[in-house]
């Protein structure tokens, strides 16, 4: 058998059982004893999440890539009622990264009308205001259009003073490109005498990323849907030492259930940070 319909009968075999284990009221239980149990544990603070496998999806289902995208786009939605659930304070989406602009314009179109109105609705979710949750966008959003850019900096400007909850949307996004801009940053604070050369640390670099505004910008976990095992470049300094895990699940399809394994996976690590 080949790998392609090896991991296809694999993902098929996985869906019948969900489905038998749903219909028989066992996979419900089941959450519901998974939340019980990783509520029973300290919860990381700051869970990534690289939102991937949307178009992938969509051809396994035989669907078109924009269904592929819409999908996804409700699956996030979901995500943040089960962030809200769970209790998690800082959370970072991986939306859309600086190589994903260079797709076809058709693509980036859908996605485009996708966030506007998924951040449409997040502006007037009750939700955000009751757990004062600040949003943000962290990449370079010039590079988006125009209506984009306004949505974002209202949801930005409605919630600028929230420090409960933390959501960062990462759009537009290069871990790179945020690295060479704070040390363009660093070096306009030495030439105008703001710093010394020697006075540079870790602290410095830090203030001068995306993520500055965050109590703990370092992630505890890190998640990936779709089975790439890399980060293509997402948070490179503020993931030193986070945990990363790798799920064999594509976006569109992730659930609750993957979530609270996440975690679960996660409390039951020792963290030592290099020492």
């Not at 019948?16 to 009221?25: E, F, I, P, R, Y």
């Not at 939700?127 to 209202?154: C, F, N, S, Y």
Request: proline residues 3%.
């Amino acid at each position: 058998m080949s790998m392609g319909l090896s991991e296809d009968f694999d993902r098929g075999g996985k869906a019948v059982v969900d489905t038998l284990l749903q219909a028989s009221g066992v996979y419900s239980y089941y959450q519901r004893r998974l939340e019980a149990e990783i509520l029973s544990h300290p919860l990381p603070n700051h869970v990534a999440i690289i939102l991937d496998g949307n178009r992938r999806w969509a051809r396994y289902h035989f669907l078109d890539t924009e269904m592929g995208h819409a999908y996804g786009a409700d699956r996030a939605e979901d995500l943040l009622n089960w962030i809200h659930d769970i209790g998690i304070k800082i959370t970072t989406l991986y939306i859309l990264s600086n190589e994903n602009l260079e797709r076809k314009d058709e693509e980036l179109d859908n996605i485009y009308r996708l966030l506007e109105v998924k951040l449409e609705k997040l502006y007037s979710d009750p939700r955000v205001h009751r757990r004062r949750m600040k949003i943000k966008a962290i990449g370079d959003r010039r590079k988006l259009p125009i209506k984009l850019q306004e949505i974002l900096t209202k949801l930005e400007e409605a919630t600028a003073e929230y420090d409960t909850m933390f959501l960062n949307i990462a759009v537009a996004y290069g871990g790179q490109k945020e690295l060479v801009d704070a040390v363009k940053r660093i070096a306009g604070m030495t030439k105008r005498g703001e710093i010394e050369v020697d006075d540079i640390d870790e602290k410095t670099i830090e203030s001068c990323l995306y993520t500055s505004h965050l109590p703990q910008a370092a992630p505890d976990l890190i998640l990936r849907t779709s089975g790439e095992k890399r980060l293509s470049g997402f948070l490179i300094w503020q993931s030193a030492y986070s945990e990363l895990m790798f799920m064999d699940v594509f976006w569109p399809e992730f659930r609750k259930i993957d979530l609270m394994r996440a975690i679960r996976t996660y409390q039951r690590r020792v963290r030592r940070y290099g020492r």
